[in-house]
């Protein structure tokens, strides 16, 4: 599948504070996904959105699927040092294939 | 909560040799996919099966790479001959697709396997 526009490509956070990143795409999906890949282990589903403007939560995360339908951003609130990880969005399309994002790496501001 | 199973986590071996790597989809889902990982590409769609079909394995090298599922809960990926820009994490994903849009559910990821080619 096509590559996403992932952004930032990286980010360094202090506990507490809100990230926040976002996709974009040249094409509209019918769905979009956020996954969250720890070191050595395969991605893990973290919010799946179905509709456009949906604003959907989980926990501290916070993700919408933009109206346009080419885009989505994911918000993590107060965050904590478990955070830290590689997050990927995904687009779907009604052939069931996901195109991925190049993901944002997520560190602890030392 | 139901995994997507990889086998197996690891494998090392001397280019030339055959590889076979192994996934159990979850219990139910009718969508396997094959992904590999590098840093340089990052996620790639190597092969997709819907109700054990094959329904594209456009990404895949087809000299060498060839995917199967042998029954609903087996899907295999082999390599042969190997060699060593093969070397990658290769990941099994399961879903569950059906008409509509609200009954796709979205795919889930086993832990894959680190594949190294010497």
């Known amino acids: 599948g096509q590559q996403l526009n992932q952004s930032p490509q990286s980010m360094f956070i202090q506990e507490g504070e809100d990230v926040s990143m976002n996709c974009t795409s040249s094409?509209?999906?019918?769905?979009w996904l956020w996954y969250k890949q720890d070191p050595g282990e395969g991605p893990v589903l973290l919010i799946a959105?179905?509709?456009?403007?949906e604003l959907t939560s989980n926990g501290r995360l916070t993700a919408q699927f933009g109206i346009t339908r080419k885009d989505s951003f994911l918000n993590i609130s107060a965050s904590i040092p478990s955070d830290v990880g590689i997050y990927f969005c995904?687009?779907?399309?009604?052939?069931?294939?996901?195109?991925f994002g190049a993901g944002t790496t997520v560190t602890v501001r030392a | 909560d139901a995994r997507v199973t990889q086998t197996p986590r690891h494998k090392v071996t001397e280019m030339g040799q055959e590889v076979t790597m192994r996934c159990q989809p979850i219990?139910?889902?009718?969508?396997v996919f094959w992904y590999r990982q590098t840093m340089m590409q990052g996620l790639e769609l190597l092969a997709y099966?819907?109700?054990?079909?094959?329904?594209?394995d456009s990404g895949m090298p087809k000299d060498r790479f060839s995917a199967e599922m042998p029954d609903a809960t087996l899907a295999t990926l082999k390599i042969q001959p190997s060699e060593p820009r093969d070397s990658a994490v290769y990941f099994c994903a399961s879903g569950l697709s059906g008409t509509g849009i609200y009954s796709n559910q979205p795919q889930h990821f086993g832990d894959g396997t680190r594949l190294s080619i010497l």
């Open positions: 099966f819907r109700n054990r079909a094959p329904l594209d």
């Open positions: 959105l179905y509709k456009a403007g």
């Open positions: 219990l139910g889902h009718n969508t």
């Open positions: 094409s509209i999906f019918n769905t």
């Open positions: 995904a687009g779907r399309s009604n052939d069931y294939k996901l195109s």
